[in-house]
């Protein structure tokens, strides 16, 4: 029953803000409330009893990639980009896109034999999820130290003074 | 209502409301965003179908703490793109960068 409330609470924490992010003429608040959906979604995983990946989301996302996103807002926009048009001529199929989206995987998941949720609430995931990085996942951990190495080199390339055109 | 149907069901809006963005939004930035909302949408159900139908195992929190970093490793690049991009044509809405007549 609490358990019922509370992903009430984080799914319209999560689900109005995002709304509200995909379509607020201001990027800034779109970014803004960006911010409280991720920390919905970070709630979830709570629920879950996923605690590991509630601490990361919370650092690495609503932290880490928020901020960089709000600076790059800051950097980038001119105010009159700010005040255009949220959305393209465009939106009304997208929406249709989206509707359609939405409505298949409603089918798929209700044809999906239903399960009843362990009773009790979750125990700590956290050492089983490193033991299960550091054995099954081992190489895709590695793999994942380089791609971040070399997103972190690009972005420095990226960012370099230009030469001036030829 | 069964946790183990909602969750996925918000995981499904979620994309679904990423999905518009990334089709919809004009501003280069919004669509970086709503990508990360897809991200987070894939990251919810795996989370959600790892607790409510395989509540022994945690390949599901594994497979989605990997989709975390890879969604950080896109931000930052896709980032330092928007940057170079908006100091070479000025703009970041998505219907001027037409460079590649087609």
Request: hydrophobic share 65%; proline share 5%; aromatic share 10%.
């Amino acid at each position: 029953m609490t358990e019922n409330i509370v992903c009430g609470f984080l799914a319209v924490m999560t689900l109005v803000p995002a709304a509200l992010a995909v379509t607020v003429r201001n990027i800034f608040h779109a970014a803004l409330w960006m911010v409280v959906c991720l920390s919905g979604v970070a709630g979830f995983f709570a629920l879950a009893g996923a605690d590991f990946l509630f601490v990361a989301q919370l650092l690495v996302y609503a932290g880490g990639i928020l901020i960089l996103l709000l600076f790059v807002v800051l950097l980038s926009g001119s105010p009159k980009d700010w005040a255009a048009r949220a959305v393209n001529e465009r939106w009304l199929p997208s929406v249709v896109v989206a509707a359609a989206f939405v409505t298949l995987l409603a089918v798929v998941l209700k044809a999906l034999p239903s399960t009843v949720p362990p009773a009790g609430s979750p125990e700590p995931s956290t050492a089983a999820l490193g033991r299960l990085i550091l054995r099954d996942f081992l190489v895709p951990f590695e793999a994942v130290s380089f791609l971040l190495l070399a997103a972190l080199i690009g972005a420095v390339h990226f960012s370099r003074k230009e030469d001036p055109a030829p | 209502m069964n946790l183990s149907v909602a969750l996925p069901l918000v995981g499904a809006a979620l994309f679904a409301l990423g999905i518009f963005g990334v089709l919809a939004r004009r501003n280069v930035l919004a669509v970086l965003m709503s990508i990360e909302l897809l991200y987070n949408a894939a990251m919810l159900n795996f989370v959600a179908f790892n607790r409510y139908r395989y509540p022994d195992a945690a390949w599901g929190q594994g497979v989605a703490l990997f989709i975390l970093a890879i969604a950080a490793a896109e931000a930052v690049v896709g980032l330092a793109l928007v940057l170079v991009v908006y100091r070479r044509f000025n703009t970041v809405l998505a219907e001027k960068l037409d460079l590649l007549k087609g």
